[in-house]
C-alpha cells in the first residue's frame, strides 16, 4: 500500500530539548516536504527536498533543519524546540515533475513542547 | 510566504444541501488542487486541475480552474454528514519555486 508514514504521531516535549520527526514513503517519490499547520493559517511549508541530498527552505524554516540521505526519508530536527513550535506538522510526498502534482500526506504529529 | 484567501471560512449546511467555496490568488497557478482533511488525518486529494478553463468533478464534488488562473472553485452536490471536515485548496506556481504547494486557508465544513 502505499503510504506516507510519521513518527510519532504524538509529542510532549519540554523546551530546548532536541527532537526528530521521521517521515518515510514507499513510492520511489523523488519530492518531499514538511508542512505545519495552526488554526486560521492552513498548512505552511516549513522545507522541501527534490531529491537525495538536496533541500530548500519553505515558507517557515526558522527553528527547524530537516536531511535527505535516502530517497524514502526525510526527518524533520528540531535542535531547540520552543513553545511557538507547537502545531501539528505533516510530511508529504510525490513525484517530481509537471504531469503528477499529487502529494501523499502523513498522518501527522502533534507536538506539544512546554 | 504566499498564501491563497479561500473562502467561506466556514460553514454550516443541512444535508441535502449543494455546498460551494472557492480561492483565489494574487499571482497565477499551474495547478489547482483540492484536499478533504478530516479530524486527526492529514490531507487527502480530491480534485486536481491542470488546465485554465478546466472543470473536473468527482462524484458529488465538481471543480474548476478559473480562466484568469488565478482562482478556483469546488461545488459538493447533495451534501451527506461524511462530507464535515475541512477543505483546503493548494495551487503550484508557474516559475521559480514550480514545485511548491501554497495552501489556503481551509473551508471548515
Known amino acids: 500500500e502505499a503510504q506516507v508514514t510519521q513518527n510519532p504521531r504524538y509529542l510532549i516535549t519540554v523546551t530546548g530539548k532536541k527532537l526528530t520527526v521521521t517521515c518515510s514513503q514507499n513510492?520511489?517519490?523523488?519530492?518531499m516536504s514538511w508542512y505545519r499547520q495552526d488554526p486560521g493559517l492552513g498548512l505552511r511549508q516549513i522545507y522541501y527536498?527534490?531529491?537525495?541530498?538536496v533541500t530548500d527552505k519553505g515558507d517557515v524554516p526558522e527553528g527547524y533543519k530537516v536531511s535527505r540521505k535516502e530517497k524514502r526519508n526525510f526527518p524533520l530536527i528540531l535542535e531547540s524546540p520552543s513553545p511557538n513550535q507547537t502545531s501539528l506538522y505533516f510530511c508529504?510526498?510525490?513525484?517530481w515533475g509537471t504531469g503528477d502534482t499529487e502529494a501523499f500526506f502523513g498522518q501527522g504529529t502533534r507536538l506539544t513542547v512546554v | 510566504g504566499q498564501q491563497l484567501n479561500q473562502s467561506p471560512q466556514s460553514m454550516f449546511i443541512q444535508e441535502g444541501e449543494d455546498v460551494s467555496m472557492n480561492c483565489t490568488s494574487s499571482?497565477?497557478?499551474?495547478?489547482w488542487l483540492w484536499y478533504k482533511q478530516d479530524p486527526g488525518e492529514g490531507p487527502v486529494l480530491l480534485i486536481a486541475?491542470?488546465?485554465?478553463?478546466e472543470l473536473t468533478s468527482n462524484g458529488r464534488l465538481t471543480a474548476q480552474f478559473g480562466i484568469t488562473r488565478k482562482d478556483s472553485f469546488l461545488n459538493i452536490s447533495a451534501s451527506i454528514p461524511s462530507d464535515v471536515g475541512i477543505y483546503f485548496c493548494?495551487?503550484?506556481?508557474?516559475?521559480?519555486?514550480?514545485?511548491?504547494?501554497?495552501f489556503g486557508t481551509g473551508t471548515r465544513l
Open positions: 508529504a510526498s510525490r513525484d
Open positions: 513510492m520511489n517519490h523523488e519530492y
Open positions: 499571482s497565477i497557478f499551474n495547478t
Open positions: 493548494a495551487g503550484r506556481g508557474v516559475t521559480g519555486t514550480a514545485s511548491k504547494l501554497t
Open positions: 486541475l491542470y488546465k485554465a478553463g
Open positions: 527536498s527534490m531529491n537525495v541530498e
